[in-house]
């Protein structure tokens, strides 16, 4: 069995605040084999690096007093937000914004690097690893949010495809995966000539804000395209899927977690990767089997729990902890 691709999860936000240049240095000295930027886009068509458009719980942007009349609330994929959000500012305005760690209460050793860096593009990320990374460390590139701003004049994927080409990605090397929970994003990227293997990513409930966009009530769940039939429609549309870590860990008659999912056979079955995301040791995060200790921020049996997922044949795992994922799925 070919041990998975290990992915720096925002780089190694289990050490750093998400998405900051610290966070992803780390994760390359600590050996990953990809690091994961998500994209949103600013107001001025720049492909910015944030796990979502909302930035008031990953910046320090609710600390500045002359950007506090840019909080709003918005509609994004169905789920109402209030805050501050990317394509409300400048480039210029978001580089002047500093990095904070999401989830401080669970990773305070991380949050003490608060308000060091800066925030990143896309460009940043790519010049990066491919410096750092010597040419074979390669990048999973997830597009957020496409269809949301689809309807405020942006073409992510020939944004997406730009940036590629002018920061000489794309081409083969060094390696590139892109992926999404919409799946028409994926195939507009690919018609534009970018060269990548393309990761369909599935959630665990709901419906793909694409097809709920498309087609109402009658959209295709998560769950049915996770399925024989689903994948059946996928063959040939996409290289892989990249599916939330519970979807395989399915429990048994006496609740144990086991690996008895079928998603991976049958995925493989059709020519279909399989990645699966994230990777965490924190109680907080586990399936209640691997936890210990009533402290959510302590670290659980995260090795019975990754496993598991490394003996049932996944091609990638996304992680925060980069060393630790290095050490159990290389081992």
């Known amino acids: 069995m070919s041990r998975p691709l290990v992915i720096g999860h925002?780089?190694?936000?289990?050490?750093?605040?998400?998405?900051?240049?610290?966070?992803?240095e780390l994760a390359l000295a600590m050996g990953v084999d990809a690091?994961?930027?998500d994209v949103v886009v600013s107001r001025d068509g720049v492909l910015v690096v944030r796990h979502e458009n909302e930035i008031s719980g990953t910046?320090?942007?609710?600390?500045?007093?002359?950007?506090?009349?840019?909080?709003?609330?918005?509609l994004i994929d169905g789920v109402q937000w209030s805050g501050w959000f990317v394509e409300d500012f400048t480039w210029e305005e978001l580089s002047t914004l500093r990095c904070r760690e999401?989830?401080?209460?669970?990773?305070?050793?991380?949050?003490?690097?608060?308000d060091r860096d800066p925030v990143l593009r896309l460009r940043d990320v790519l010049d990066l690893v491919r410096v750092r990374g010597g040419g074979e460390v390669g990048v999973v590139l997830e597009i957020k949010h496409a269809t949301f701003f689809a309807d405020r004049g942006w073409d992510v994927?020939?944004?997406v495809a730009a940036e590629l080409g002018a920061a000489g990605w794309g081409q083969g090397a060094p390696p590139l995966t892109i992926e999404s929970f919409e799946q028409t994003v994926l195939g507009h990227v690919?018609?534009?000539g970018v060269s990548a293997t393309f990761v369909y990513l599935l959630e665990a409930s709901g419906a793909p804000a694409d097809l709920v966009a498309r087609d109402g009530v009658d959209a295709a769940t998560y769950a049915s395209l996770a399925a024989p039939e689903g994948l059946d429609g996928l063959r040939g549309a996409v290289d892989g899927i990249s599916v939330h870590k519970r979807m395989l860990l399915a429990p048994d008659t006496r609740g144990r977690v086991t690996d008895r999912s079928r998603i991976i056979p049958d995925a493989h079955a059709r020519g279909l990767s399989v990645f699966t995301w994230t990777c965490r040791p924190e109680n907080a995060f586990l399936t209640p089997q691997f936890r210990s200790g009533l402290d959510r921020s302590a670290r659980g049996d995260w090795q019975g729990e990754w496993a598991l997922l490394r003996d049932a044949g996944v091609d990638g795992v996304f992680v925060d902890h980069p060393d630790l994922g290095v050490d159990l799925f290389r081992g």
């Open 190 to 192: 690919r018609a534009r």
């Open 10 to 24: 925002r780089g190694a936000s289990g050490y750093r605040p998400e998405h900051s240049r610290s966070a992803y």
């Open 59 to 74: 910046t320090d942007v609710a600390d500045r007093p002359e950007f506090a009349d840019r909080r709003t609330t918005k």
């Open 157 to 159: 994927a020939e944004l």
């Open 102 to 114: 999401r989830l401080p209460k669970l990773r305070p050793g991380s949050a003490a690097h608060d």
């Open 35 to 37: 690091v994961e930027p």
